[in-house]
């Protein structure tokens, strides 16, 4: 309920600020406020572990009267395609099933998920626009990603799969992350069509930090540097928010 208040308070205030302020003749500097969505094919030693990767996340940003953007952004990641074969191999009895604790068949469930969290600077150029505050927008960043293969057992209790023993086959990997943006930006005029689109790709430098993968227990897991590559599309629908536009007065 507070969150829906948050978002509905965000709406607002924005279509306020909107009201307040015609964005055609000049760059203005605001903040920016902005949720976003991506679709990634993964790349590098990433597309060994998994399959397509959808980004939620957010920004938090401003925009300055020159264009400049900087800000903090962060996207939790997750999808349904894992490609690492063979890691229950050790626990699949001679019917080729995995047991629960009461000895029925266990519905084993493997995901993605992870996050990562940037700080980023960009620039807007107004080509092709409506406005000066549109136009070509690229951005750049660092940061910190994590990712792991998330293990479920559903409503079932399976011994070797729970608590600490999971940590053993989600190959929990963490490390630093980069990213490039190149798209287009465009803020209305007047309303709250506020949006960015374009082509993401991220690199991670990352490392695995699990001492033993239990599929695996006589292979010594490599601590060697991987290359996480992401790419793909995101589009995000932002807020700015201005200054109340000052009143004016006149007097005989």
Not at 3 to 9: G, K, R, V
Not at 121 to 139: A, D, Q, R, T
Not at 231 to 252: A, C, L, N, S
Request: net charge positive; hydrophobic share 40%; charged share 15%.
């Amino acid at each position: 309920m507070r969150n829906s208040f948050l978002f509905a308070f965000l709406i607002c205030f924005g279509f306020q600020g909107l009201s307040q302020r015609n964005v055609r003749d000049s760059a203005i500097a605001t903040p920016w406020i902005a949720l976003h969505y991506g679709l990634n094919a993964p790349g590098g030693d990433l597309k060994e572990r998994f399959g397509t990767i959808n980004h939620v996340g957010a920004m938090a940003g401003y925009k300055t009267s020159r264009n400049w953007v900087y800000g903090l952004d962060g996207n939790f990641m997750f999808g349904n395609q894992v490609k690492t074969s063979g890691m229950f191999a050790n626990l699949i009895d001679s019917h080729g099933y995995i047991n629960d604790v009461n000895g029925d068949v266990a519905i084993v469930v493997v995901n993605m998920r992870g996050f990562n969290a940037n700080v980023m600077v960009g620039k807007v150029f107004p080509v092709l626009s409506p406005n000066k505050n549109s136009g070509l927008y690229v951005h750049a960043g660092l940061g910190y990603m994590q990712y792991k293969i998330r293990v479920e057992t559903q409503d079932q209790v399976v011994p070797t799969l729970e608590l600490k023993y999971r940590k053993g086959y989600d190959r929990y990997t963490t490390g630093l992350n980069f990213h490039q943006f190149a798209g287009y930006a465009f803020m209305a005029n007047q309303g709250f069509v506020n949006f960015y689109a374009g082509f993401y790709i991220q690199e991670g430098l990352t490392y695995n930090r699990r001492d033993i993968f239990f599929d695996q227990p006589d292979v010594p897991v490599s601590k060697a540097q991987r290359l996480d590559l992401q790419y793909g599309f995101k589009v995000g629908w932002f807020v700015p928010v201005y200054k109340r536009k000052p009143k004016d007065y006149y007097f005989e």
